[in-house]
């Protein structure tokens, strides 16, 4: 019987994003409940700590009660829809907030709702200012999945279903400056970077970069656009990154936290000299429910708790804590992790591979931590919490992460001992050869008597010959139901899988073949496919591991079957 869960994996699949269902699934991802503080909880009251904040969407954590009650005031208030011609006062006040959050310094801004929507209004702005139309932007980096910004990333994977992208876009390597001047001529409108590349694996600039692609824009006569929407609002230990670095850009964008984790609301905020093309052409720009009253009223209390001294001390202080706990981890485990980084709270773990990556991130959530990769480097694992976290909470997802890295060192050194080269996890095709003191004909008796008993992902060791249509599968402790067909052969069995919404392909073979000093040798196969394009390795970590902790059992329960068979002859 199907449960809930898969049925609304199916239902992901079948209407909205097939990859995305089946990785939350494979990986243990539960239906979701409520929320609160760093924790949320699944539907059947589990709760789950957040080791990451959704791509900063959840800076504050679940349901912050100062965002809750700021929702609920402009709801009863009744002042909830734009009229765009009347003095809509949250929305002025919140302007007037952004501003001070920059000293003034960027004293403009426009209301959106989304990430990429700011982005692209960024760059009308610097075009009308600047007369130019090129943009620089840097290898690696992530403004969001609108045309324009699809074009700054230029990732060959979105180019070769995409293309062509928008002309006028070019790139250089982050934290590059002598590329950079290179390539800052007389058409470069704009430079658009983001203080810290989050999808890249969490990048952070080498020391002085930012202040010197400052001055050769000055120089330049182009912009400096910063994508603050991961880090802005305090993430990096102050409201935005940039004031690390010393410099104020242009413009930045943010978005994300902004919303406090319940209502969409970003925003571009600009100089005065910026701000010219709204002069002369007020309807350049146009959002038909950005800057509603209600979202701003959540960004208004978005702002006031990221301004407040206190807790960015509080970040700076869990800051502290995350970045020596997971370089100590990391140096614990190099066999495991090849690299640490991060900035205030904002942090990425990169494995030696995406199979290793996929195999903590599943553990992880089987522990109720939650967290995820990057999304242009899925070897990069992020440590990114609600800055809300406690310091309990943050102690104990760091403790956890790290028994696991050592639970991942010893699972790697076992795979490699037995692989021909080091792979640090087990992938599709994954065979296993056991060496049994019974013939052939006592073995393949009772395989042909009890036909997955030998099969990892069955509730069963026995089960119906042929095809069924309702075969009772597991995913480690998951229940699942897919059809699947079981036959046997002269040499052994095989079971393979229906091409579904999980599966492409999936089959289990065993055969059995005599023993040059007598008995036989079992000999097992399984290949699986996901259909998961770039994320195969990720997902195949966790498998392979789900796979290789039951084929153990498995094979356990086979010699003790063999056992009584051997003692009555």
């Known amino acids: 019987m199907r449960t809930r869960r898969q049925r609304l994996a199916e239902l992901k699949a079948a209407h909205n994003h097939p990859t995305y269902s089946k990785m939350a699934f494979v990986m243990g991802c539960r239906v979701q409940g409520r929320g609160e503080g760093s924790r949320v909880r699944d ?27 700021a929702a609920r005031e402009q709801l009863d208030s009744g002042v909830l829809n734009s009229t765009k011609i009347m003095f809509e006062d949250v929305q002025i006040r919140l302007s007037e907030q952004l501003a001070r959050a920059t000293g003034n310094r960027l004293p403009f801004s426009y209301l959106a709702n989304g990430g990429g929507e700011t982005i692209d209004n960024a760059l009308k702005l610097a075009r009308a200012a600047t007369g130019r139309p090129g943009v620089i932007s840097a290898l690696g980096c992530f403004h969001g999945k609108t045309f324009a910004t699809l074009s700054a990333s230029n990732r060959p994977e979105h180019r070769a279903h995409l293309a062509p992208f928008m002309e006028h876009f070019r790139q250089v390597a982050f934290g590059d400056t002598a590329e950079l001047a290179a390539a800052l001529d007389d058409t470069v409108g704009a430079v658009l970077l983001e203080p810290v590349q989050a999808e890249a694996g969490v990048v952070v600039p080498p020391p ?3 202040s010197e692609v400052r001055r050769l824009c000055t120089e330049a006569g182009a912009l400096l656009i910063l994508d603050e929407m991961q880090t802005a609002f305090g ?51 146009g959002s038909s429910l950005g800057g509603n009253p209600l979202s701003c009223r959540v960004g208004l209390e978005s702002v006031a708790i990221a301004s407040d001294p206190e807790f960015l001390n509080a970040v700076g202080e869990r800051a502290r804590t995350i970045g020596q706990r997971l370089s100590a981890a990391a140096g614990r485990h190099p066999g495991v992790v090849v690299a640490h980084r991060g900035l205030g709270m904002m942090h990425g773990l990169e494995f030696r591979d995406e199979a290793l990556a996929g195999l903590v991130l599943g553990r992880l ?4 931590i939650t967290s995820t990769y990057s999304l242009y480097n899925p070897r990069v694992l992020r440590v990114q919490p609600p800055m809300v976290i406690s310091v309990e909470e943050l102690d104990h997802c760091l403790s956890v992460l790290d028994a696991l890295l050592a639970e991942a060192d010893s699972h790697r050194l076992a795979v490699d001992e037995g692989a021909a080269e080091g792979t640090g996890a087990e992938l599709s095709p994954l065979a296993r050869t056991v060496l049994l003191p019974h013939p052939i004909d006592e073995v393949l008796a009772l395989l042909h008597q009890r036909p997955r008993l030998l099969d990892p992902f069955s509730d069963s060791d026995t089960g119906r010959w042929g095809r069924d249509p309702e075969f009772a599968g597991r995913l480690g402790s998951d229940s699942v139901v897919w059809a699947d067909r079981a036959e046997a052969t002269d040499r052994g069995v095989r079971l393979t899988a229906d091409p579904d919404w999980l599966w492409r392909d999936l089959d289990r073979e065993v055969t059995v073949t005599p023993a040059a000093g007598g008995g036989s040798l079992l000999h097992l196969r399984l290949a699986w496919d996901t259909d998961s394009g770039a994320y195969e390795e990720l997902l195949g970590g966790r498998i392979g591991f789900l796979v290789g902790q039951a084929l153990t059992g498995r094979i356990a329960a086979l010699r003790s079957a063999l056992e009584p068979v051997r003692e009555t002859v």
């Open 208 to 210: 002085g970069y930012l």
């Open 235 to 285: 993430r990096c230990g102050t409201f935005f990154a940039y004031e690390q670095y010393g410099i104020v850009p242009d413009l930045v964008c943010v978005g994300k936290a902004f919303g406090g984790g319940v209502l969409p609301i970003s925003a571009v905020l600009g100089t005065s000299e910026v701000w010219g093309v709204l002069r002369a052409l007020p309807s350049t720009f």
């Open 43 to 69: 539907d059947e009251g589990r709760s789950f700590l957040a080791m990451f904040d959704q791509y900063g969407n959840q800076s504050f954590g679940y349901s912050h009660p100062r965002i809750v009650a």
């Open 365 to 368: 959530l089987e522990e109720g």
